[in-house]
């Protein structure tokens, strides 16, 4: 491995960290450097600007997100409880991949090659669970549905002492929050 590859690496986990923390529109190249633990300029000699960079952290993100499905078995009859585990474990062992792949989501209105890229997700998303799996489109907009309100939930970081009652009844019910005893 060349050092060039290893520091390219280093900078995209960096930038993953940052843009999971604090989206695309909230995130500076300077908040990436300090991820890496290095100067702003020594960041921008990988990276041709804040877009490349979220979009070099968005592929990882999606090929780990990807991956992890990838390893459940195939199926030819959807069962989402089976999926939704990888998605769940995902969720809890690598929160910032999945964060990143909602910020994709939630960014492209104003990005377009953001939009495009979470066209691609989705797309990439959608075949997975239709052709490893045997999902039909219903089955496809109902798991993702509830894996992005997952994502959100826990982005927001419910239940909270803070919120209202029905809010954190609602994460309670939901798989995948966990709830602050049990973490």
Do not use: C
Request: aromatic share 8%; glycine share 8%.
């Amino acid at each position: 491995m060349s050092e060039t590859n290893s520091l390219e690496r280093r900078y995209v986990r960096a930038a993953l960290h940052a843009f999971a923390k604090r989206g695309y529109f909230g995130t500076t190249m300077n908040h990436i450097a300090d991820e890496a633990g290095v100067s702003q300029p020594r960041i921008s000699q990988v990276f041709d600007g804040k877009l490349s960079a979220y979009l070099a952290a968005h592929e990882v993100a999606l090929d780990v997100v990807l991956g992890a499905f990838q390893e459940v078995g195939p199926s030819t009859s959807f069962d989402p409880t089976a999926v939704g585990r990888t998605f769940l474990q995902l969720l809890h062992d690598n929160p910032d991949m999945i964060m990143v792949v909602l910020h994709t989501v939630s960014s492209g209105q104003a990005e377009p090659r953001i939009a495009d890229a979470a066209r691609q997700a989705l797309g990439q998303l959608s075949d997975l669970l239709a052709e490893r799996f045997g999902a039909t489109p219903q089955q496809t907009r109902d798991f993702l549905a509830s894996g992005f309100f997952t994502m959100i939930l826990v982005g927001s970081g419910l239940p909270d002492p803070e919120a209202t009652a029905s809010i954190n009844k609602v994460a309670e019910v939901t798989p995948g929050v966990i709830l602050p005893e049990q973490g």
